[in-house]
């Protein structure tokens, strides 16, 4: 069980239009202007829709300098304007180069409904809670097959503790309401209270 002192210190930076107070209060996090030491973990709240404001990137390079493990969390996902690509797209040139630990699937109606693990392939379907976790469609494969690739290249080169170490910023969709991605969230935080327990 751990004590209060291990829980990890999450803070959580972004603009007003990618809700970041409601990620803050998903996952225990305090929603910050400015970034300070005792942080252990940081969010980056980003919408797709709306881009990334000059406030974020500053908070960022701050961060940076401090090598404060990173996660860039995409909100917004269903509006449909804005895509998850497109954030992770934006947020490579204005931040850092991100990796997509998973990319979205869509329904029929263009909503997203589920997630694709680029490390083995498989579906996380969200219309269960927990995830259903299944196969993937041979057309899925083809698809994000070049997307894998480069996940496991990015991976390799960085090494297994990149992320806890603040080298490496997985980018996750999220949407609170379905549950997508909140899962794959908390396994990354995980990783951090771990880490402060050695």
Not at 37 to 52: K, S
Not at 98 to 107: E, G, Q, R, S
Not at 123 to 140: A, C, D, G, R
């Amino acid at each position: 069980m751990l004590t209060p002192s291990q829980n990890p210190r999450i803070s959580v930076f972004g603009h007003e239009s990618a809700h970041p107070e409601k990620i803050a209060q998903a996952f225990g996090g305090v929603l910050e202007t400015t970034p300070t030491h005792e942080c252990d973990l940081a969010f980056f709240v980003i919408d797709p829709n709306t881009g990334i404001d000059a406030n974020t990137i500053e908070n960022w390079a701050t961060v940076d300098q401090w090598q404060i493990p990173r996660l860039v969390l995409v909100t917004g996902l269903e509006q449909s304007h804005g895509d998850f690509d497109d954030a992770v797209l934006i947020a490579n040139r204005v931040l850092d180069q991100l990796v997509t630990p998973f990319l979205v699937l869509h329904d029929e109606a263009g909503l997203p409904c589920a997630l694709i693990s680029l490390s083995d392939l498989r579906v996380l379907e969200y219309s269960t809670n927990p995830p259903t976790i299944q196969e993937s469609e041979p057309e899925h494969k083809t698809l994000v097959g070049e997307f894998a690739l480069e996940y496991a290249e990015a991976i390799t080169n960085a090494g297994d503790d990149a992320f806890v170490a603040g080298l490496l910023f997985p980018a996750i969709p999220v949407w609170l309401e379905k549950g997508i991605g909140v899962d794959i969230v908390k396994k990354y935080i995980s990783e951090i209270t771990q880490s402060l327990q050695h």
